[in-house]
């Protein structure tokens, strides 16, 4: 039995429970949620042969982590995971679409990258990011990764304004290329940013940096979603010790 599956047993009496999946049933459950949010919540222009799911090449080599409501059974939160081994099968990691990523081979150690995370709307709390992370947390214990990397998105509704504010103000602070150099493959067109502007980070970012991720380059846009993607790499030596007891190997 899995740590992961642990968790859940453990969390039996809770509302809330996590999955880890490759199921063809749980993963239409996850691509349903990640539609609803990404395409008719946030307008993206998916190009998926399913309807009403966001469905990719890459999702039948990754695992999906889901968080389920236990008592309605409805999935509503999701993130999929990409190792080494199953970017082998697909090609490389999907952050690669978007970005060379100069010193990847390089990196000493099992790599896992995450993506399409998601949260329904009537869940976005901390109890439900909690155990998205708790399940995550579970998962790098257990197979002993020594890097957490993938895209956070920032919107660009207001034309990068915010996108531009935001790399701003993590340049000062969490902007590192120690580990990886990410050359964006569509790079953000300069912008000239009002003095007044205040910067928000997106709530996925802002885990990200408080979990002492860094940032390892400049954005990507992204049109179908139209995003800007920030990579970020977490190594697991340089977790912040406030979450770090979490992720450190378990006998």
């Known amino acids: 039995m899995t740590h992961v599956a642990q ?3 453990q969390v039996s009496s809770a509302p809330l429970m996590i999955e880890l999946t490759t199921d063809p049933a749980r993963l239409r459950e996850a691509q349903a949620l990640r539609y609803a949010i990404f395409s008719e919540e946030c307008g993206a222009s998916l190009h998926s042969p399913l309807d009403g799911l966001d469905h990719d090449e890459f999702d039948v080599h990754c695992e999906h982590l889901l968080v ?3 008592y309605s059974g409805q999935v509503v939160a999701t ?3 990409l190792d080494s081994n ?3 099968r697909a090609g490389g990691f999907y952050s690669e679409g978007e970005f060379q990523l100069v010193g990847l081979r390089h990196l000493h150690g099992p790599i896992l990258e995450i993506g399409r995370t998601c949260v329904h709307a009537d869940y976005r709390d901390g109890a439900t990011i909690s ?3 708790s399940g995550l947390a579970q998962l790098m214990k257990e197979r002993n990764y020594s890097f957490l990397m993938g895209c956070a998105s920032i919107g660009m509704g207001d034309g990068g304004i ?7 103000r993590l340049r000062e602070r969490h ?3 120690e580990w990886l150099n990410a050359i964006p493959r569509r790079p953000l067109a ?3 940013l009002p003095s007044n502007i205040t910067a928000q980070l997106p709530p996925l970012l802002k885990a990200y940096i408080r979990l002492g991720a860094k940032i390892c380059g400049e954005p990507c846009w992204d049109p179908e979603f139209n995003v800007a993607d920030v990579f970020i790499l977490l190594h697991r030596e340089q977790l912040c010790p406030r979450y770090a007891r979490h992720f450190k190997a378990v006998s």
């Open 7 to 9: 968790a859940r047993e």
């Open 190 to 192: 300069e912008l000239h």
């Open 175 to 177: 902007l590192s290329r």
């Open 79 to 81: 993130t999929r995971l």
């Open 131 to 133: 155990m998205l992370w």
């Open 162 to 168: 915010q996108a531009h504010a935001i790399m701003q």
């Open 68 to 70: 389920r409501d236990r």
């Open 86 to 88: 199953g970017a082998g």
